[in-house]
């Protein structure tokens, strides 16, 4: 992680090589196809301490194009002893990669690949039955959660001290700008995707089409209509999120009509390049954004650094480990 923490662009590179290795098993276990996967980069561990890994919801088989027809062909559990060759392949290829960049000497990627204890490691234990589509979403909603929870967190305004339950009765006490320290470092990269989509759902995969018409197919029935509500509702909560944010930081409510004094209620979000520039239009409004000059010089050194040389190793942070 020392190397992945000092270059954040390596934590799509290891997902990458994860999610290959996974399409080459179920290549040689099944001679066609490929699985669809889902990647999620996480950049926490449970104690908002730094600790990158790789969440991977793979399809228990592989998608196939018989004909211009989609079919699935299932797939056996994993063995113990599959993963522990999965495992090394990873291993040694992100090795290499490592080397390849400058990051490894010689020698020491040669020492490093004879280590009985890697670092290296896959859990594949958590499957959900097919046809069970609330599992799956709690599984994508635990891949996908974020850092904190509000709801474990407690600020003592009186002692200018956060606490955050961290797992049953275990609490990070910390004083308010530490605690804003520790959340900063979990910031991911800018212009860094967070969620990669690999084999059959890959960006330039011929299967990603059929899965797409597939799942179309599947909402014009009704089997999706409880995600399509629930994204709704998600929505209206996003957008009053968004509202009650805006009036804290600039002491206005963007939701209440400056003209009527009415209460608006939010509709549509309008994410086309072309419609914004024309309700701006409409409304007398700039349609480009405005030159700015920059407020200072860029900071020296590596811009792609987000931790301090105290916080690279994970030795260092005497945080609770995960499971």
């Not at 958590?126 to 929870?149: F, H, K, Q, V």
């Not at 890959?202 to 009704?222: D, H, I």
């Amino acid at each position: 992680r020392y190397f992945i923490h000092r270059a954040p662009a390596l934590a799509g590179d290891l997902c990458g090589i994860l999610a290959r290795e996974l399409g080459r098993y179920y290549a040689l276990k099944l001679g066609v196809g490929s699985p669809a996967q889902i990647h999620f980069v996480q950049r926490f561990g449970s104690a908002l301490n730094l600790h990158l890994h790789d969440h991977a919801v793979v399809s228990d088989g592989v998608f196939h194009n018989v004909d211009g027809r989609l079919e699935f062909i299932p797939a056996e559990a994993p063995t113990d002893a599959e993963l522990a060759g999965i495992v090394e392949a990873v291993r040694k290829k992100t090795l290499r990669r490592f080397a390849r960049l400058g990051l490894l000497a010689g020698e020491v990627l040669r020492d490093m690949q004879g280590w009985k204890h890697s670092g290296f490691s896959l859990h594949a234990h958590t499957a959900t039955p097919a046809g069970d589509r609330e599992a799956l979403e709690r599984l994508l909603y635990y891949c996908g959660r974020p850092a904190l929870s509000v709801k474990r967190l407690e600020y003592r305004k009186s002692e200018g001290m956060a606490v955050y339950e961290v797992r049953g009765k275990a609490r990070l006490v910390l004083p308010a700008l530490d605690f804003i320290g520790r959340l900063a470092k979990l910031v991911p990269p800018p212009r860094k995707n967070l969620v990669r989509y690999y084999g059959a759902l890959g960006p330039n995969s011929p299967l990603r089409p059929l899965l797409s018409a597939a799942a179309a197919a599947m909402s014009s029935k009704g089997a999706l209509e409880p995600v399509r509500q629930l994204a709704a509702r998600v929505a209206r909560a996003c957008s009053s999120a968004w509202a009650k944010c805006l009036s804290r930081v600039f002491e206005v409510d963007p939701l209440l009509c400056s003209q009527c004094g009415v209460r608006m209620v939010p509709v549509a979000v309008i994410l086309a390049d072309k419609e914004l520039g024309r309700v701006l239009a409409y409304l007398g409004l700039p349609t480009e954004f405005p030159v700015l000059k920059p407020s200072r010089s860029p900071p020296a050194g590596d811009e792609e650094t987000q931790a301090g040389p105290e916080d690279l190793y994970e030795c260092v942070d005497r945080a609770p480990p995960d499971d």
